[in-house]
């Protein structure tokens, strides 16, 4: 079955740690998403990458850092510059940036900083 | 830049009671999706919706796309306990941009 997978469901970091997030789909997707999610609050926009070897910045993209070296995997490390990366990180994957579409979801990673 | 005021931010109703929860925005939208996200997963896509008027079904969830392009409403008969969770409003403009997400509805149901 196609989907979209991503791993670890549950990762603690120490403080002044990087840690990096994986995403991979099998859904031959080009376009490749990752959003930011705390508790009340909806969906903000990390990075985006509309096709290999290319990526932009979302709307909170100060203390992360991604890449795109196959179009299947588009992992997220959050870097020690993020100041409060505890919080429920979600992937997600279009056929294109074209919006009406709509986006496939991964489960989710819960980052925790200990 | 682009909002999508989604409302109400939380909702708490009785089991069997139908919900009705909106969306609307200042910009007009070319397509118009409806998410929900189960507790500790991903949001799952349940009604797209690509013209203006149009009234579309899943089973027990009904969505619209309002006529003006700038709102959408997405209602739910006779709540079940596994509707419990946060529903997402989101518009597209069909073009080379990315989808517009609402804060969402988080639904919760009274025992």
């Known amino acids: 079955d196609g989907g979209i997978t991503q791993s670890p469901k549950y990762l603690f970091r120490k403080e002044g740690q990087n840690v990096t997030l994986s995403c991979e789909q099998n859904l031959n997707h080009d376009a490749m998403y990752w959003y930011r999610q705390d508790p009340g609050q909806g969906l903000r926009l990390i990075y985006y990458s509309q096709i290999v070897n290319d990526f932009q910045k979302g709307d909170i993209a100060e203390g992360y850092s991604v890449s795109r070296e196959k179009k299947e995997s588009f992992p997220l490390t959050v870097t020690s510059a993020q100041k409060n990366p505890t919080a429920f990180y979600l992937c997600?994957?279009?056929?294109?940036?074209?919006?009406?579409?709509?986006?496939?979801f991964g489960s989710g990673t819960r980052l925790t900083v200990v | 830049g682009q909002q999508l005021n989604q409302s109400p931010q939380s909702m708490f109703i009785q089991e069997g009671e139908d919900v009705s929860m909106n969306c609307t925005s200042s910009s007009i939208f070319n397509t118009w999706l409806w998410y929900k996200q189960d507790p500790g997963e991903g949001p799952v896509l349940l009604i797209a919706l690509y013209k203006a008027g149009e009234l579309t079904s899943n089973g027990r969830l009904t969505a619209q796309f309002g006529i003006t392009r700038k709102d959408s409403f997405l209602n739910i008969s006779a709540s079940i306990p596994s509707d419990v969770g946060i529903y997402f409003c989101?518009?597209?403009?069909?073009?080379?941009?990315?989808?517009?997400f609402g804060k969402g509805t988080r639904l919760h149901i009274l025992p």
């Open positions: 997600a994957s279009s056929f294109s940036t074209l919006s009406n579409y709509g986006y496939t």
């Open positions: 989101a518009g597209g403009m069909n073009r080379d941009d990315k989808i517009i």
